[in-house]
């Protein structure tokens, strides 16, 4: 006998004829939020309200859209994130109110609950369409409005991204399917200077099973979720990965220890599979020697929310100096955290006025990293002089040619660059690039 749960979470955000009169009359970031009727939702919307940020709060049901209107800093829009034209009207209205778009939250999802003999084709493409296609719609139509605030993108995940139990098959696939979709548009989007993050909730309340039961009239062990804390924990880790510094790219999110110790062991289960019985089998040591350089490169990175150059710069020509000139016409640097480093991607025209890019990711520690697409260096390795000040040596075919210090100034809001070394045609130069942050 088949049984289903559905958890439709409405797309949130968008004003249409519910708007929030009561907004904040500050400037504030913007951020829509998808499925923000109840649960996850709508904790998330209450709290990024609260704290002065606008909400765009997407749902489908009139009593819905009406109770989230009346909340201050919300503005309700009517969003179905299977529905193309919804998500259009969406993108043309938030578009229309000036005031950009910095967050996403892909919260709206669904869940069906059942074996795959039981599970109809129905419920699976529904569940599909929301939980996987939903936020590549919506994150696709937003694109344009995050880029121009270089901005952010959060998907509410699940354990069940990285777990899979019996009769949640359609629902491990699309929430495994959103982990793959962050880590490739985390990828895609860097260069352009937004982030992009995967929220991986436990066990919380919310109105999934109650709403999967009224849905279908199917009783099934996920109707009753009333033993279950709040999802403030969730929500508050949400604002995080959407406001801090430097975000993650997981935030792991559990009601008590058990639940992260099965997903964690589950990892390392997943690790045991793909590491026995192939060609390249690694031993006992070499595998705690990668886990060991993993928890390393972890604490370097904990510690580098606070570092001042993280975020978008744009050159000051000038006030910048190349000798010999002329030097580089136009230039913006993005620098961010990612699992491997600090990234960092410079885009811009050169002083011929083509276009450039080039892009190297790099730890503190004095090892050469690779560089793509520079014109004059191979390879680049950077230590820390102080707080605001790092040393490189950049590097070819093996041989340091240049020398550089990039300093950020105590008000955090001018990056100095100054380089000196010789190009691939062995002439010299020096250039003192001034950058001011965006």
Do not use: C
């Not at 354990?159 to 880590?183: C, N, Q, R, W």
């Not at 978008?312 to 002329?326: A, D, H, I, Q, Y």
């Not at 340091?400 to 105590?410: D, F, H, K, L, Q």
């Amino acid at each position: 006998m088949r049984r289903s749960v559905l958890a439709l979470l409405l797309l949130v955000v968008a004003p249409t004829v519910f708007g929030a009169e009561g907004a904040d009359p500050k400037p504030s970031k913007a951020v829509l939020v998808t499925g923000a009727s109840t649960g996850i939702g709508r904790n998330l919307t209450e709290r990024l309200a609260a704290d002065g940020y606008f909400v765009y709060a997407g749902a489908r049901k009139e009593a819905d859209l009406k109770s989230l209107a009346a909340i201050k800093n919300v503005q309700a829009i009517r969003l179905d994130v299977t529905r193309s034209e919804d998500v259009s009207a969406a993108v043309d209205t938030i578009t229309k109110a000036g005031r950009g778009l910095y967050g996403l939250v892909n919260n709206a999802g669904v869940a069906a609950v059942g074996s795959l003999a039981d599970t109809s084709m129905e419920e699976f493409d529904l569940v599909m369409q929301v939980n996987v296609y939903g936020p590549y719609r919506v994150s696709k139509a937003f694109l344009p409005l995050l880029v121009a605030q270089k901005g952010r993108i959060v998907n509410i995940g699940s354990l069940s991204g990285v777990l899979a139990g019996p009769d949640v098959s359609a629902y491990a696939m699309s929430k495994h399917a959103i982990e793959a979709f962050t880590d490739s548009l985390a990828a895609d989007l860097a260069p352009v200077g937004v982030a992009v993050s995967v929220i991986e909730p436990g066990n919380y309340k919310t109105d999934i099973g109650k709403n999967a039961t009224q849905r279908t009239g199917t009783e099934t062990r996920f109707t009753d979720r009333s033993k279950y804390k709040e999802p403030d924990e969730v929500a508050a880790a949400t604002e995080r990965a959407l406001f801090e510094a430097s975000p993650k790219r997981r935030y792991l999110v559990v009601p008590e220890e058990h639940e992260a110790e099965i997903t964690i062991r589950k990892q390392i289960e997943q690790l045991i599979q793909l590491n026995e019985g192939q060609p390249y089998t690694y031993e006992r040591a070499a595998l705690i020697r990668m886990l060991d350089d993993a928890l390393a490169l972890s604490v370097a990175r904990s510690t580098s929310p606070d570092d001042p150059v993280l975020g978008t710069w744009k050159l000051n020509v000038e006030k910048s100096k190349f000798v010999p000139g002329p030097g580089w016409q136009s230039q913006i640097r993005v620098y961010q955290i990612t699992p491997a480093g600090v990234l960092v991607t410079w885009t811009g025209l050169d002083a011929k006025g083509e276009k450039m890019q080039v892009s190297y990711t790099y730890n503190y520690d004095g090892r050469d990293y690779p560089m793509a697409g520079s014109g004059s260096y191979d390879t680049l390795n950077a230590v820390r002089i102080d707080a605001r000040t790092v040393k490189s040596e950049e590097k070819r075919n093996g041989k340091t040619v240049g020398i550089a210090m990039r300093t950020v100034s105590p008000d955090g809001k001018v990056l100095t660059i100054t380089d000196d070394g010789t190009n691939r045609k062995g002439q010299t130069f020096s250039q003192v690039l001034v950058f001011d942050r965006q």
